[in-house]
């Protein structure tokens, strides 16, 4: 009965958070219900302290929330295909040099940027930090999150090459962090004799090269499937049968779910609405995982904002995590700027193109979740509450001003037709 009233305070919250801000607020979707969130958390945590029983009881809903395991491991793989059907596969080819690259070459330079400027500025402040668990930190904040993504630049009018190196790149670039992060962890949990180079590219092999594997395994007979029945309910079942039962066969074979779900999802939304479906069936199709999509969404971000209230954010890890914001975006710009410079006479690349895609890289609910699964043996409360604090800026900061960004730089597109 914990985990009904768990799930109906969520949906209830992003319910009554969703209609303030349509009504009232009229904030992108995403940014509202999280900026809800967190007002509705300082106010419950100050009622808190004046000891008012309800909020005592929905603290202790959300303190037995396992947000990393409701993310990774049940809602990303949803809000990932999603996201992945509706992405124009011939687009992103043409891009794929510059995806890659920043999804690889970008994420491990962050990552060592991050690491060693967060090492040099804690003992500073008096929080002195294991260069390891710095590495831990800088692998978890470097991927941009697709779900914040995806869900605030679809209002921000990016220039339709440009959003999709964007979204490109964070669709991919979180298989590669999870390896890093895997790898990273191993050797502070157990040492640098257990995380030699053939276990960490063991460790690659079987999470980013299985899980792309699987995902084009799976998309093509999702396809198959599409396209030998004509019935939009059985149709849609497929979808979501290969969302869920892809995910379950991802952690049995020790791949990466989110990159098999990425991949599957892109083939799918290519050859599979393009070609295995009829008009009916891909109108409700579309229909059924935006609405899934928004749902799942508005809870996420709610959670997000929820965490405010079981989390030990003191004046030390705010004055960090200040200080971590810069650190990031420093590091966004490097870990873009270097690989694009090497590809600039493949891709287009000039100054306004690399503000857009410094500022439009955000962390989301990945960063948490992956901070949320450090043991306490590590400086987790630390790593948390910085990691919280980058997210909070990236998502309500950078989510707003993306927009303004990408119009004063002329990089928008076109207004549509309202006749059309």
Request: aromatic share 8%; glycine share 10%; proline share 4%.
């Amino acid at each position: 009965m914990e985990l009904y009233n768990t799930l109906a305070l969520l949906l209830v919250l992003a319910a009554a958070f969703g209609y303030i801000n349509h009504r009232f607020l009229r904030l992108p979707s995403t940014i509202g219900l999280m900026v809800l969130a967190l007002v509705s958390s300082l106010l419950a945590i100050g009622l808190g302290r004046l000891g008012v029983p309800w909020v005592l009881t929905a603290s202790k809903l959300v303190r037995g929330i396992d947000f990393h395991t409701i993310l990774m491991q049940v809602m990303l793989s949803f809000l990932l295909f999603a996201g992945a059907i509706h992405v124009d596969v011939r687009t992103l080819g043409r891009e794929r040099g510059a995806v890659a690259a920043m999804a690889t070459v970008g994420t491990l330079l962050s990552t060592i940027i991050v690491a060693t400027a967060v090492y040099v500025v804690l003992p500073l402040l008096y929080q002195p930090v294991d260069f390891i668990y710095c590495l831990l930190f800088g692998a978890l904040i470097s991927p941009t999150d697709p779900i914040a993504v995806l869900g605030i630049l679809k209002e921000a009018r990016i220039d339709k090459s440009l959003e999709i190196k964007i979204v490109g790149e964070s669709l991919f670039n979180d298989g590669i962090a999870v390896v890093v992060f895997v790898s990273l962890f191993q050797i502070a949990e157990f040492g640098a004799e257990r995380a030699t180079a053939a276990v960490i590219g063991e460790l690659f092999l079987r999470e980013a090269v299985g899980g792309i594997a699987l995902g084009v395994a799976l998309g093509y007979a999702a396809f198959w499937a599409l396209r030998t029945i004509d019935h939009y309910q059985v149709e849609v079942l497929i979808t979501l049968a290969l969302v869920m039962g892809g995910t379950a066969l991802a952690a049995a074979l020790h791949t990466s779910g989110p990159l098999a779900i990425v991949v599957a999802g892109l083939i799918v939304g290519d050859k599979g609405r393009s070609l295995g479906m009829s008009d009916l069936t891909r109108e409700y199709l579309d229909k059924f995982w935006e609405i899934l999509d928004e749902i799942l969404n508005a809870v996420l971000f709610v959670l997000i904002g929820l965490e405010m209230l079981v989390l030990d954010i003191n004046r030390t890890v705010l004055l960090v995590g200040t200080l971590a914001i810069g650190i990031t975006l420093v590091a966004r710009l490097v870990s873009v700027a270097l690989p694009l410079s090497v590809l600039r006479r493949y891709y287009h690349f000039d100054r306004p193109t690399l503000r857009v895609l410094t500022w439009g890289g955000l962390r989301g609910g990945i960063s948490v979740a992956l901070a949320l699964s450090l043991p306490d043996s590590m400086p987790r409360d630390l790593i948390v509450g910085i990691t919280y604090v980058v997210v909070i800026f990236s998502i309500i900061v950078q989510g707003l001003t993306i927009g303004p960004l990408v119009k004063r730089l002329g990089l928008s597109s076109p207004e549509p037709d309202p006749g059309h």
